[in-house]
Structures are given as C-alpha cells and as structure tokens.
C-alpha cells in the first residue's frame, strides 16, 4: 500500500518490482496521475498498475487487512516509546510467513512519510538498517528492497545429496595416495591432510562433484604409478 504516493516514476517502478517478486496486489491512497513515466517505468508490470485499488482515505485502505505492517525511516530507542518500536526487515521476513489472512505493508509520502496516527493503526513498525548518515531512502528503492527480503523466504533451497561418510574415507583415501606418489614430504602430509579435510568439510562437495574429484585423484594416482614401471 502506498499512502499519497507523489511521483507516478516511483510507482511504476515499484509495480515493476511487485511483478518481479510475486506480489500482486497494489493499494493506492489519493496517488498522484499514473503519468506516461509511471506505465514507461512499470515496463511488464503494467497490469499492476491497471488492476491497483484506488481509496480516497487510509481508513478505507486498510478496512479489510488483518495485520498492517507500517514502515518507516525514523524509529524510537526508548523500548517504553511504543509507537515506534521498529522490527528491523530480516526480523520480520522470518515471522512474516507464520501470519494468517491479508497482510498489508503500508509506505508513506516521500517527503513525510507515514503520519503518526496512520502507524498507531498498524500492527507493527518495519525498519530498514541504513547509515546514520542518511537514513531515509528512495520510495521504489524501500519498497524493492521489502519484497525481495520477503520473496527469499519463500524460496525452498534446492536440495542436493551430498557425500556421505564413506565416500568422504574414500575421498580422503585417494587424497593420501597423491601425497605418497608426489612424495609430498612426510613432516607435512599430516597437516595437510587435516587441511583438506577441512576444506571438504566447509564445502559439502555434492555427489556430482565428489565424484568429479574422485575421477581427477584416480586419473592422476594412475598415471604417477604407471611412470615409476
């Protein structure tokens, strides 16, 4: 939801973000002309813009949403200041998904933002960490940067098998037979085997690439025996 959006560029650009990030649903409170520059940056996402809901007071905006989140660049350090008790964004990208019924995020003016008594209807505050230098962000900038924290979380990782504990003993296995063909020297084969270990182990080398490996360290193995005859 955009309260009294000024600039039709800033809209545009945010339906082009919406469509970029699954988000659909456009609300607009007393916005500025959908200018010729609001549809030329909107670009694919137009029909955003053509299926977004008009209201004429923020009261009728928010009518049917069960939980509004504001935002806002200005938030309170005194815990007893309620009305500005901010989530920061990766706080609320983790609860936001265990919500139920419509959940609205409410953007204000460029120039003020949301007033006080359009956040005290909101069921909570959101605010993104930015530098102390210079807080406040561009309207499409904000919003952009919201539905994509949100979009990751719905992603599901793709899973991927990874090696299990005796193809890692084999892995290793091979890795100790190079050492002992390029006659790497004794006081240091210990510590770096411990070494490649390790980099295995931050890595989780997939099943593909465990077995791309186990092909390098078997051709090259061969290959030094068959030197020595």
Not at 60 to 79: F, M, R
Request: proline share 3%; with cysteine; glycine share 4%.
């Amino acid at each position: 939801m955009l309260v009294e959006p000024k600039y039709g560029g800033n809209i545009g650009a945010i339906a082009r973000a919406m469509m970029n990030f699954d988000f659909t649903s456009l609300y607009l409170v007393n916005p500025c002309t959908l200018d010729d520059e609001c549809y030329a940056r909107a670009m694919h996402a137009q029909p955003i813009l053509d299926n977004a809901c008009l209201f004429s007071s923020f009261t009728d905006a928010i009518a049917n949403i069960d939980y509004l989140i504001a935002t806002s660049s200005i938030e309170s350090l005194n815990e007893k200041r309620h009305l500005r008790n901010a989530f920061v964004l990766h706080e609320l990208a983790e609860k936001i998904g265990h919500l139920e019924g419509t959940v609205g995020l409410v953007f204000g003016r460029e120039d003020y933002g949301l007033y006080n008594e359009e956040i005290a209807a909101c069921d909570a505050l959101l605010k993104i960490p930015t530098s102390e230098a210079y807080s406040s962000m561009n309207l499409s900038h904000a919003v952009s940067l919201v539905l994509y924290t949100l979009y990751i979380q719905t992603i599901s990782p793709k899973k991927r098998r990874t090696i299990g504990k005796l193809e890692k003993e084999k892995l290793y296995d091979f890795f100790t037979d190079l050492l002992e063909e390029i006659r790497y020297p004794k006081h240091k084969k210990e510590n770096t085997e411990i070494m490649f270990k390790r980099i295995m182990g931050r890595a989780m080398p997939s099943t593909w690439e465990y077995h791309t490996l186990m092909g390098v360290f078997s051709r090259a193995v061969e290959q030094l025996k068959h030197k020595k005859k």
